[in-house]
Nanobody, 126 residues
Framework: QVQLVESGGGLVQAGGSLRLSCAAS????????IGWFRRAPGKGREGVSC????????YYADSVKGRFTISKDNGEGMVYLQMHSLKPEDTGVYYC???????????????????WGQGTQVTVSS
């Protein structure tokens, strides 16, 4: 059974850091692109970052470039999102998803991803 489980969220002050984790099971992580998305209160799901199958190619939304870093450990079945210099506008529920389209990393469109986890809440206070 394909499953993605997010963890690592929390409450942090502006300027702080968090590391989110996405644990993958039921499939070979080295065959799939994985994306991180977030949903702010009252808004739709927004693409944040994506990493390709091998982990050698990474993609970021302009709003997080230079602050967030995505990484992958295919052997451990884990995908991480290291977040620095957090801002109140980074607040939201963060999800990881599997790219079934094979080009989802290029667009960061949530419609290209599936197998969403339950999400982890990130709250950044000002």
């Amino acid at each position: 059974q394909v499953q993605l489980v997010e963890s690592g969220g929390g409450l942090v002050q502006a300027g702080g850091s968090l590391r989110l984790s996405c644990a993958a099971s039921g499939f070979s992580l080295d065959s799939w692109n994985i994306g991180w998305f977030r949903r702010a209160p009252g808004k739709g799901r927004e693409g944040v970052s994506c990493i390709n199958e091998s982990g050698r190619e990474t993609y970021y939304a302009d709003s997080v470039k230079g602050r967030f870093t995505i990484s992958k450990d295919n052997g451990e079945g884990m995908v991480y999102l290291q977040m620095h210099s957090l801002k109140p506008e980074d607040t939201g529920v963060y999800y990881c998803g599997r790219d079934y389209s094979a080009y989802g990393c290029l667009t960061l469109e949530p419609q290209s991803f599936s197998s969403w986890g339950q999400g982890t809440q990130v709250t950044v206070s000002s």
